[in-house]
């Protein structure tokens, strides 16, 4: 690890603790300067392709998924490091599948369920944009289901 500082690689770590999601928060020294740093370190997952409905493969991006349920909880009572830690599952459930590829109906599907038990607001608005509602009886359907349940 090199001192953001001085860029020499004589480093030693303080403190090290976990932080949020899977990640260890690590209090550092430079060995040459004496200023002190954090850093974090998150474990790398394998790059997986995601399959969009067209057909068409890009790799996966977290701040697709996280920018459509930050949207999906606009307004409501959750903090940022609720939406981190529901993130976070999601990618858990999705990297614990070890497969190279996965659809964006898959993804949706895992978001879906994952926002049922979270916010039920939020669910029924990401199911209206992920499940291309058409009408208003479509919102009602959906709702009704999760009143039942």
Do not use: W
């Not at 040459?32 to 394998?46: A, D, H, M, S």
């Not at 879906?112 to 209206?128: C, E, G, N, Q, T």
């Amino acid at each position: 690890m090199k001192c953001p500082y001085c860029n020499k690689e004589s480093t030693k770590v303080i403190d090290s603790r976990p932080a949020e999601g899977n990640s260890i928060r690590r209090r550092r020294q430079c060995e040459n300067c004496g200023k002190r740093y954090t850093t974090y370190e998150r474990i790398e997952n394998v790059s997986i392709i995601v399959i969009k409905k067209d057909m068409t493969r890009e790799p996966y991006d977290r701040t697709k998924l996280e920018a459509g349920i930050i949207r999906s909880c606009h307004k409501r009572p959750i903090s940022m490091e609720q939406i981190t830690n529901l993130i976070n599952d999601i990618e858990n459930e999705i990297f614990a599948k070890d497969i190279k590829e996965i659809s964006s109906v898959q993804i949706g599907e895992i978001v879906l369920h994952k926002l049922k038990d979270f916010d039920a607001v939020a669910y029924v608005r990401f199911a209206s944009v992920y499940r291309e509602f058409q009408d208003v009886n479509t919102f009602m359907d959906e709702i009704k289901k999760l009143l039942d349940k």
